[in-house]
């Protein structure tokens, strides 16, 4: 089985944590030149320093905020003029919870242009590159509530199946060329957001978090939350030339929660 990334290069959006972190670390181990993407310099600088390296390999950062659509643009368009990527993982921190029916209106159009409009921004700059190279990994970190909404999380659950509905029309155009699109997603993994989700829980059940935390752990088969390493594997995977007939599809990595096949 060929997961080898030498000689490839791979953009990862919000690599200075979590799942991003994690994925732009196995990336680099294949082999690939890593760029990461985010916000906050400092952290792109630390993360830089944690990343492997090897023979030939100059990873870098991108400095980008979502919530700037444009200045992202401007940004991305510039990199692509001195490097093609053959692998972009967009990854964005999940909008805030609540009830859909309470949500204000501009909470639904700022997750909108934070996922998938940037989404779309970092496609249009990366696929002529792609093209080229007869091979592109495009890889979508979404959530399981593409497949059954999630309670209390109702711009999330209607933002993430709007990117999920772009994925499949996306891998439908692209895959002539080589490139495949597919949507990767987490079930409870130990980030920032599950600690958030678990503090929410905790409200609305009455209970410690620790009791909250222990509660929902038994809603997994698995019965314990993910590493984000372990959802990074799954990205590795995607992104390599032995997934290359894998196209258009929604991976669980949930531990078996999902109730849907």
Known sequence: MNLDLKNKNALICGSTAGIGKASAIQLAEMGATVTLVARDEEKLKKTLLELPFQEGQKHNYLVADFSDPELLRKKVNKAV?????????????????????????????NAFSQHLVCNQILVQAVVPGMKNAD??????????????????????????????????????????????????????????????????????????????SAFMKNLVPAKRFAQPGEVANAVAFLASEAASYINGINLPVDGGRTKSL
Do not use: C, M, Y
Not at 150 to 173: M, P, Q
Not at 192 to 201: P, Q, Y
């Open 81 to 109: 003029e001195n490097k093609a990527f053959h692998i972009l993982l967009n990854n964005t921190g999940g909008p805030k919870g609540g009830a859909i029916f309470s949500a204000d209106v501009s909470e639904f159009s």
């Open 135 to 212: 091979f592109g990994r495009i890889i979508n970190i979404i959530s399981t509530s593409v497949k059954q909404p999630i309670d209390g999380l109702g711009v999330s659950n209607t933002i993430r199946g709007a990117v999920a509905n772009w994925s499949k029309t996306l891998a439908n155009e692209l895959g002539q060329f080589g490139i495949t699109v597919n949507n990767v997603l987490p079930g409870f993994t130990a980030t920032d957001r599950l600690d958030d989700i678990v503090a929410n829980a905790a409200k609305k059940l009455n209970k410690t978090e620790v009791e909250a």
